[in-house]
């Protein structure tokens, strides 16, 4: 699963540009008799001539801006928005130009742009990145660099590491690169966020699952293979994952074993059929910080699933446990509903926890 962003660019394929050519054709532009190099999103049309040069014979613009060019390759000629050619370094904007995938990515992925400190001893914040990493990919691959050190470091052991993430997407891959830097027992981390095409997938090693909270949890694992960092041994790490992987495997069964019986009490007092969303379920500390023990993240324009996350703490007891999935349940089913949306914690839900038995403390 990928979701597009359109591209804002005019001319771009989501908004095709509309032109007058006789009108906004520009005599003498200095780009006419340039070289150009067919770009590797091109239109169809230009499919079998990505990466080849092509010579412009003439520029059209709209609000003064490059719109489009005629270009020449041997005897054909072509006309294409602006995004179909790499223009050259003579002009600053589209040097590169970021697939739609690339580009989808880095807005789900926006708040890792800027730099992210976390504790030094901590392993949420990769957690933390897996899970909205999730939001984006089933499936991804992992390298890792090399750790790199300072001359002038007082660290003893290393400055930091980079490692990127690989999305396998059609024409191009999606790299994701992520630059740790240790320091102050704080590592730091940012991303950067392009496609390539200059990048081997049969080298490597995929992995992915359909469900969100599982692949968070398996890239999490898969990094701690790869990688060893001061804070926790990688097999404690691995250990601690595989408790979880099977606590969410009881979970699950926990909810369908508790679901029927929460769509029946929605049935019975609005009368409405139901078509449950996708869901996913998980126990973590990251999506739900003291002292909230649980969140139902709804459906968005990047996801097209619920996910419930319930902290680990609701383990210390069972029944507790089971009124916390319970009350994230009836959030669940009242939001598949897509009805007009009430209050959270509006008539519905307190007529649905009240037939539910969900005792009152439980029901805000
Ligand atoms: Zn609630």
Redesign the pocket.
């Known amino acids: 699963m990928l979701k597009k962003s359109l591209n804002q660019e005019i001319g771009g394929k989501q908004f095709p540009l509309e032109l007058d050519l006789d009108k906004s054709k520009v005599e003498e532009h200095p780009l006419c008799g340039q070289i150009v190099i067919i770009s590797n999103i091109a239109d169809e049309k230009f499919l079998k001539l990505r990466g080849k040069k092509a010579k412009v014979l003439d520029v059209y613009t709209k609000n003064s801006q490059i719109a489009a060019l005629k270009v020449s390759i041997g005897t054909e000629t072509f006309i294409g928005a602006k995004y179909n050619f790499f223009i050259s370094r003579g002009y600053l904007e589209d040097i590169f130009i970021y697939s739609s995938d690339a580009m989808g990515i880095r807005g789900a992925l926006g708040d890792w742009s800027s730099q992210k400190d976390y504790h030094g001893s901590s392993w949420d914040g990769l957690e933390a990145f897996h899970f909205e990493l999730a939001k984006t990919t089933d499936l991804l691959g992992l390298e890792c660099s090399e750790t790199y050190k300072y001359p002038s470091s007082y660290r003893f052991d290393r400055d930091g590491l980079d490692w990127r993430y690989i999305i396998p997407t059609k024409p191009d891959t999606v790299v994701v690169n992520a630059h740790s830097l240790l320091h102050d027992n704080v590592w730091t981390l940012n991303t950067t966020i392009f496609n390539t095409r200059e990048c081997n997938l049969s080298k490597v090693d995929f992995v992915g699952d359909q469900d969100h909270w599982r692949r968070t949890l398996l890239w999490t694992k898969y990094f701690a293979g790869k990688v060893s960092l001061d804070n926790e041994s990688p097999s404690e790490l691995n250990k601690r994952l595989d408790k979880r992987l099977n606590l969410n495997l009881s979970l699950n069964a926990e909810v369908n074993k508790r679901l029927p019986e929460i769509v029946s009490v929605f049935k019975d007092i609005t009368g409405k059929e139901l078509i449950l969303n996708p869901l996913s379920v998980g126990f973590s500390n990251v999506r739900t910080p003291i002292p909230g023990i649980a969140v139902?993240e709804k459906p968005s324009d990047i996801v097209p699933y619920s996910i419930i996350t319930i902290n680990l703490s609701a383990l210390k007891d069972l029944k507790y446990l089971i009124e916390v999935i319970k009350?994230?349940l009836?959030?669940y089913v009242i939001e598949s509903y897509k009805g007009p949306s009430g209050e959270?914690?509006g008539d519905l839900?307190q007529e649905m926890a009240k037939r539910l038995n969900l005792p009152r403390k439980f029901r805000?």
């Open positions: 139902h009350h994230e009836i959030h959270t914690h839900f805000d």
